[in-house]
């Protein structure tokens, strides 16, 4: 949509138990530490947290942990991605589904499937029935 929310995306997570660690993140701008702008690895934590901020009206973030991991490997080099490691619902009555094309809702859909298959088998009855209902689309 054009916004420049002004943060960083990501950031590593947990190899010397702080929060915000190097080497890893997602930044549009250089940082001042050359050393933070790494190559992701294999096995590294990283946040994915976009967000967007205007001020005076509203502003919002969302943020989860995620594992890189291997993909397919080609004749260009090692492929990278991600997976999940926190699994919580994004909240239905905040997402304008017809602002999304139908990748999007896939993604999101798969996301919420992930959601429900890691946690449910924790929940009693009536937890378990609550998370169907806010992972369904």
């Not at 997602?26 to 050359?34: A, G, N, T």
């Amino acid at each position: 949509m054009g916004y420049d929310y002004n943060h960083g995306t990501g950031h590593g997570v947990g190899y010397l138990l702080n929060v915000h660690e190097a080497p890893n993140a997602f930044r549009f701008r250089l940082l001042p530490c050359p050393d933070e702008n790494a190559v992701l690895e294999e096995g590294m934590v990283t946040s994915d947290e976009p967000g967007v901020y205007i001020e005076g009206k509203f502003g919002i973030r969302l943020e989860n942990l995620i594992l890189c991991v291997k993909r397919e490997k080609t004749p260009y080099g090692q492929f990278m991605g991600f997976e999940p490691l926190t699994f919580v619902p994004f909240d239905k009555e905040l997402i304008d589904i017809n602002l999304m094309d139908a990748k999007e809702r896939n993604l999101l859909d798969t996301y919420h499937k992930k959601v429900y298959e890691n946690i449910s088998p924790y929940l009693e009855k009536e937890e378990r029935e609550w998370l169907a209902s806010v992972c369904i689309m």
